[in-house]
């Protein structure tokens, strides 16, 4: 078995393939798809990519031994490397700076919100108040007529 790489203008797709004789000659059987990653590949990309390559491969447990899955890891990991522990943690730092930032610009819409609806409860009580005084004025108008 090994590992077909194929380069699209965008992507990296990856093949298991098992080789085999028939009447003579060799004949190439498709496995499994083992995934694809953009090009060039980012850290997230990497680590999305190792993620679904180990459940992946765990899934074919039933057709590839330990040793064949070593090799194809260390074919795998020449053309696609895996993520470093230093790569995975700089990755979790910029993820939670986007965190922070997302949540302070919500903060700042609900602030916003609140202090806008505040200002319409204090315009709604002055229309109210007015009102309140016209019908008040109505009223002696009406009591004025009346006498």
């Known amino acids: ?58 899934k074919l447990s039933n057709r590839i031994d330990a040793e064949a899955q070593g090799k194809i890891l260390g074919s795998v990991h020449a ?7 230093d790569e995975q943690r700089a990755l979790q730092m910029e993820n939670a700076k986007a965190d922070v930032q997302y949540w302070e610009s919500m903060q700042a819409i609900h602030v916003g ?11 709604a009580q002055q229309v109210g108040a007015r009102g309140e005084a016209e019908a008040a004025k109505a009223s002696s108008h009406a009591a004025a007529a009346l006498s």
């Open 1 to 58: 078995m090994f590992v077909r790489f194929r380069e699209t203008s965008h992507t990296l797709q990856l093949s298991l393939i098992e080789t085999r004789r028939v009447g003579g000659k060799v004949r190439h059987e498709h496995v499994a798809t083992l995934g694809a990653v953009p090009r060039p590949a980012s850290t997230a990309d990497r680590i999305a990519f190792w993620s679904r390559l180990h459940h992946r491969l765990a």
């Open 79 to 85: 053309k696609i490397s895996m993520p470093t522990a």
């Open 113 to 123: 919100t609140a202090t806008d609806h505040k200002g319409l409860i204090g315009k």
